[in-house]
Structure formats: structure tokens, C-alpha cells
């Protein structure tokens, strides 16, 4: 069964894929795996506007602090969950 | 190239439209509007103030904003305040050049932010009462490197007419392109970032002698083209008008490039960047300033004029590095001393550089 915080990592992923394909026209497959900065190459105003929609979409606020631990697309997908739960519990 | 025979700068008039807002205001003006669309505002609460704007000078009242809804409102406007702008500008630099009206041959035109036709310089013609034969060029399109370009065009004239006067007026109204339902992370930065103001520069030809004394001289001129990187900087022109183009590139891309670019430019003429007492360079915002700074191992204070002038005004595109410029030749107490060797310099969309060596 899958867990619901599983269930929303498994939307962010969807999400960040659809934010890097659709409006910042990331070519590369994007991987959760995947470094954001070294491998996915997004400069600091690419990251802000993934951030912020994820933000949007999510309805959840991602701080600095957060950003530090974040270096994959698995970790930032993993961050948007933990918000989400964090807000319903 | 005999230095003294070079076309001379004689002053610089600067107009800033009367509504001030201070950048919390603004804040609080777009709150609502960012609101519509994204959920933690607080973080683009943080994006205006991050780029180190006080506040802005707007060609209209604030609260006049909301009602441009269409590209023709806005450019409406924007030619109705261009006109006055630009005119006080031009009476602010001849007075200070101490040289009538009649004495202008040439009038070139530069901005981004709007269009007209008959253009601007045209309007001016009539509004302040130029010579029927004066020559006319408007250039729209260079955007913040345009204040540089517009310098070193002017001075490429007076080479081939030495005993002519030339002024540069640039006008940006970049309130008035605004994309108010664009809510894009890049919006959102020019919308914290751009201000409104007009510079004109009156310039001199080698065989005329400037009415004031120690004023800078453009001795060399260097346009450098950075290819393939359209993207970098720039407007889609769109059915509401001017949808910006604006990479997080841009600092590195000055990091990489200008070092390599200002040095070789010096080098030509037996230089380095040690010789260089005044630096002038365009106001693109707190990283790109950084990026110069760290690019050329500037000392702190080489730069403050941009930073105030950033401060003050925010980025007023092609008119900025002229701003910074007006200022450095109307301080009062340490003026520049003959001789001093100075660089002003501007990128912009190409994405391209372009450098004007000065020597006072």
C-alpha cells in the first residue's frame, strides 16, 4: 500500500518534471537521482521558479533553510512531501 | 589619437519624473496582484527587496497604473512622458553645457521601453525649438547597454564632423511596459529592479572648445558581441506589449567576459586597469555590480556612484550608466583632475558590451 506521503512525493515528482519540461524547457531526463545544480545545470532564477511552484501547486512554503539540504530532484520531491504532511497532521 | 582632439563631453542634464515611491510601497501595490496567482508572497516580498532599490521615480501616480490595461494605454502614456522627460533632460544639459538650443546639429534618440513615430527626437524638434535642419537618429532596441552605445555612436559622428554638437537623450519609462499579468519569477525581479528616467549627454566635437573646464574627452570606444545568447536579456513583444526576457545568466556571463574584454581594450591603447581612476558602469543590479566588481579586482569604493545610483533610482536601463556618469562630473569637492583616465561601461541584449574610454 502506499503511504501518503509516497503518494504525494510521487506528484512532486510529477510536478518539478512538468516545471522543468513545460516552463523552463529543460531538455535533459529529468531523474530523481539527479542533481539539481551539477547534473540538471538550473541557474539560481530556474530554482526560484521551481520553488515557487511547487509552492503553488503544493500550497506549502519552502524556506532557505530547507534549500540547504536539497541537492536532487528526489530530495527536493521528498521536502515538498514532508511539507504536505506536516500541514495535515 | 591626439586626446585633446577627441569629442568632448561638456555635461550631462538628468530628469527623473516626480512620483516617488519608496520600494515598500511597491511592494504593498503588487501584493494583491501577486496574490492572484502565488502562494508564499512573503518570498517575493523578499525578491524586491533583494535587488537594493530604496524606491523608484514613476512617470505617472501610482495609482494611475491599474487602468493601463492595454499596449496602447500604456505607450500612450509612455510617449506623453517622454516627451516632457526627455525635454527637461535636454534643457538641464544644454544649460549646464551653457549652449543654446540652436547649437545641437545632431540629436540621437535611444530607448527600449517604447515607440513612436514620428519619434521622439521629432517631438523635441517642436517642443524645444531645434534647428530645422538638425539631423535626427533614433535607435530603439539596445536596451541597458544603450546609454554606452549611444556615447560611443555620438563620438564616432563629431570624428567625421569635429566642429558639430551632438546630443544623446535616452528615455526609459520601464514602469510603463509593465506586464501586470505576468507573474513570472523574471517579472517579478524587473518589476522590483527597473525604474523611470531620462539622461541627455551634450558632446562636442574636437575643434569646438567646451565651455567648462576638465570635462572627459572620449578618446577610444570598444562594442563587444557575445554570440548565441539571445536569451540572455531582452523583450517578446507581445499582443500586451513588452513580455521581458531576463536570465539569471547575466552576472556570470559578466564574470567570464568583461575581464577578458576591458583588458584587451586597454591593452590596445598601452593600458591597464591600474590607470584607471573613475569607473562607470551601468547599474544592472546588486550581482551584477558584484560580478564587475570581483571581475575587474575593483577596490570598494570604485563603484559606489553605480550602487547609490541603484539605490536611488533603481535600473533605468539605457540611462543609468549616464546617470552615474552626470554624477561623477557634478561632485563637488573632489572633481576628477586633467588627466584622470576613466571606463564607462554597459552590457546589454545581444547579449553584447560595449566600453568608452575617458580621459578628463
Request: hydrophobic letters at 45%.
Amino acid at each position: 500500500m502506499v503511504s501518503p506521503e509516497d503518494d504525494v512525493r510521487q506528484q512532486a515528482l510529477g510536478e518539478i518534471r512538468r516545471i522543468l519540461g513545460e516552463e523552463l524547457a529543460v531538455a535533459a531526463a529529468v531523474e530523481p537521482g539527479k542533481a539539481l545544480v551539477a547534473d540538471l545545470h538550473l541557474d539560481s532564477m530556474e530554482l526560484l521558479t521551481l520553488a515557487v511552484g511547487l509552492e503553488n501547486r503544493f500550497r506549502v512554503k519552502l524556506n532557505e533553510a530547507d534549500g540547504a539540504g536539497v541537492k536532487t530532484v528526489d530530495d527536493l520531491a521528498n521536502l515538498v512531501a514532508r511539507r504536505v504532511c506536516e500541514g495535515r497532521a | 589619437m591626439n586626446p585633446l582632439r577627441s569629442p568632448a563631453i561638456s555635461a550631462v542634464g538628468r530628469a527623473l519624473p516626480p512620483h516617488r515611491a519608496d520600494q515598500e510601497t511597491l511592494i504593498a501595490a503588487f501584493r494583491e496582484l501577486w496574490a492572484k496567482q502565488h502562494f508564499n508572497v512573503e518570498r517575493l516580498e523578499d525578491l524586491h527587496r533583494a535587488v537594493r532599490v530604496g524606491g523608484r521615480n514613476l512617470a505617472l501616480p501610482l495609482d494611475q497604473y491599474p487602468a493601463l490595461d492595454t499596449f496602447q494605454k500604456r505607450n500612450d502614456a509612455w510617449i506623453r512622458a517622454a516627451r516632457s522627460l526627455g525635454a527637461e533632460a535636454v534643457r538641464r544639459a544644454l544649460e549646464a553645457a551653457r549652449l543654446p538650443v540652436e547649437a545641437v546639429d545632431h540629436l540621437f534618440f535611444i530607448t527600449v521601453t517604447g515607440v513612436a513615430t514620428p519619434s521622439v527626437d521629432a517631438l523635441l524638434v517642436n517642443d524645444l525649438g531645434l534647428r530645422a535642419d538638425l539631423k535626427r537618429t533614433p535607435i530603439f532596441g539596445l536596451g541597458c547597454v544603450g546609454g554606452a552605445a549611444g556615447i560611443a555612436r555620438a563620438a564616432d559622428y563629431l570624428r567625421g564632423f569635429p566642429g558639430h554638437t551632438a546630443v544623446l537623450l535616452s528615455v526609459e519609462l520601464c514602469s510603463l511596459t509593465l506586464q501586470r499579468e505576468d507573474l513570472s519569477i523574471p517579472n517579478i525581479i524587473a518589476s522590483g529592479l527597473f525604474g523611470d528616467g531620462a539622461a541627455a549627454v551634450v558632446l562636442q566635437g574636437g575643434d569646438a572648445r567646451p565651455s567648462r573646464p576638465r570635462v572627459p574627452r572620449v578618446v577610444a570606444t570598444r562594442a563587444v558581441f557575445y554570440r548565441d545568447t539571445e536569451r540572455i536579456m531582452g523583450w517578446d513583444v507581445v499582443d500586451t506589449g513588452f513580455k521581458v526576457v531576463l536570465s539569471a545568466k547575466v552576472p556570470s556571463l559578466v564574470k567570464e567576459r568583461i575581464r577578458g574584454d576591458v583588458d584587451a581594450f586597454l591593452a590596445e591603447h598601452g593600458l591597464d586597469r591600474s590607470r584607471i581612476a573613475h569607473w562607470v558602469a551601468h547599474t544592472g543590479g546588486p550581482k551584477v555590480l558584484r560580478a564587475f566588481e570581483e571581475a575587474l579586482e575593483l577596490p570598494p569604493s570604485a563603484l559606489e556612484r553605480s550602487h547609490r545610483s541603484l539605490e536611488e533610482t533603481g535600473n533605468l536601463s539605457s540611462a543609468s550608466v549616464l546617470f552615474v556618469l552626470g554624477e561623477l562630473m557634478d561632485v563637488e569637492g573632489e572633481p576628477p583632475r586633467e588627466g584622470d583616465l576613466g571606463l564607462l561601461l554597459a552590457m546589454g541584449p545581444g547579449f553584447c558590451s560595449e566600453l568608452v574610454l575617458l580621459r578628463w
